[in-house]
């Protein structure tokens, strides 16, 4: 838990909020810190950032350019990050000069896919049973110990499938590795779970917790297709997702939105997947159903404000508009809903390119 | 009706929006825009206009400058204002070499509140009985012939009460009419209605309409304090408002977003009090209420695409902050609800700084 005695001011209306990454995260957030009168300053290594068209200042550089942090920081009253590739050593260095949410050390763990299922253990969680493959012959030896299925994932920067195979032999795992050019994996089990789900939720500065309704999410080639709230999860599912989350971020001490990517099994139970430490694109149908989206809440959680309230105040459903999907936002704007696009210009295959929001009166708490 | 030939195409995503104005409904139509994937240019004579900070583009300018004018006009796609008092002689300059809307023909009328009201009567709707004050003895004996009460205000330029006195006397109307400066003027006669109300409307550039639910209006020393909806207007009424503001729409080839504010009489019956050719403060709840806010439904409308569906999906009621009491932003913080604070660097009395919106689940559609 955080000293209170040695929190920050926090950063009232008409401060400035940098961001690490210039996405269609980090645009969302622009957006909702504008919300509360707040200005925003993104900093991200592509000059054609989707978010810097709603900012008040950017900085185009590398993540690793340490002036370029310095100069950033010192522009900023806080910074926070939109994706969790930030190198942990630059969010070291901007919080020499201005206080840095999530900080280095959740950043660290949850960038490794390794270090990130053992911590969840070493708090009691459960995940897939999982091994660190550092060879080729551990790939294809463990997968006939898991019994000739599992997940071959690379340790860090994978997102959205990619550095994921799906092998089914002794060959094909050592294939996988290869494939991954010999990066540092795990195998994971393969878990044939009942559904998806996940939870997103805060933690204040000061330790204080919030969690939104955990939607039922399902993916489509490993990119999330679909968020519904409220999905399958029974009230005392949902409960015990929260219950993860809070533990999660505690034992973090972790400020700022975050997600927990959740398996729900045929027998009930949940098993831990994935911590995301950022707005994750299951909480997207926030905007529409809550009085404080997660992009707000975020921006709270680091500017040291009270959280806000997550209840649900109607039904939704999130759907991703991926790819060329987007040439068709004029059958889009037609639908009942609330459609985002994230002014990207070009629609590349698989890339995420807006969502689209069907919200309905609501059916339960 | 807008002949659908001669219609231009719509602003495809990652197309400009330039916008006359930029205070806080200029701020909110850009963070509107944001969401379609458009870009926005904000053109205001304030170096610190709010909109500023959210935008991809901005001038600073005075609005009779042609060049200027020109200048941004050939930046953008499509050009609106979020203020009625923008010269309409601009939006005619603008119009050269862009699509503008609203025209210039519905800002005239809008700006004039002696054409305005002239207007109104001449499509068979009803308004307080008015009439044209030009003198001080004009004042002095039409307040008589009102039966000693009445409501004397400038024709032009006057907004959130400013320009407007309720003289009881000759004497009264006399001096008033001279604090104006001998400024042209209507008396109105004076309504004693049971409440008030709006109706908040679009208009596509293909004659398409939609209008939200018409909010009960609460105003304190001339200043909108609280919108309520549902309020106390009946269906019927509803319903009424709604017509009143598709009927004024169609004569005047709108296209955008407007607001007719409403009296609401003893016996039931609707009286139009004034036409706000822009977003209105009593729409402001939209953004959580609706999928569609009002401010990204006039982005659709003047962008051409199609308009948003206006239906509520749960209560809402919205409060202005206004002068000091946005230095109490960290208790508003604390409320469940949805805050808004503009960016606005000083809290002069009267001034709006931001606004919040209570939800609630849907009581009645």
Known sequence: MSDPKTLAAPVAPGGTVGILGGGQLGRMLALAAARLGLKTHIYCDDAEAPAFHVSAAHTVA???????????????????LEFENVPAGSVEHVAQFVPAYPGARALR??????????FVQSIGLTTPRFVAIDTAADAAGWLKD??????LKTRRFGYDGKGQAKPKSADEAKAAFENFKGAPSILEAFIDFDFEASVIAAR???GSF??????ENHHENHILRRSTVPGRLTPAQGDAAKAIARKIATALDYTGVFAVELFVLKDGSLLVNEIAPRVHNSGHWT???????????????VCGWPLGDPARHCDAVMTNIIGEEANAWE???KRPGGLHLYGKLEARPGRKMGHFTDV???TKA
């Open 360 to 362: 309905s009166p609501l």
């Open 109 to 118: 763990i949850t960038q490794d896919r390794f270090d990130e299922k053992s």
């Open 331 to 333: 059958t889009y704007a």
């Open 287 to 301: 905007i529409e159903a809550c009085a404080v989206s997660q992009f707000e809440q975020h921006i709270r959680a």
């Open 204 to 206: 204040g500065r000061d």
């Open 62 to 80: 590398k993540f690793e350019d340490k002036d370029a942090l310095a100069a950033f920081a010192k522009a900023c009253d806080v910074v926070t």
């Open 146 to 151: 898991f019994g000739g299925r599992g997940v």
């Open 210 to 215: 919030a969690a939104y309704d955990p939607p």
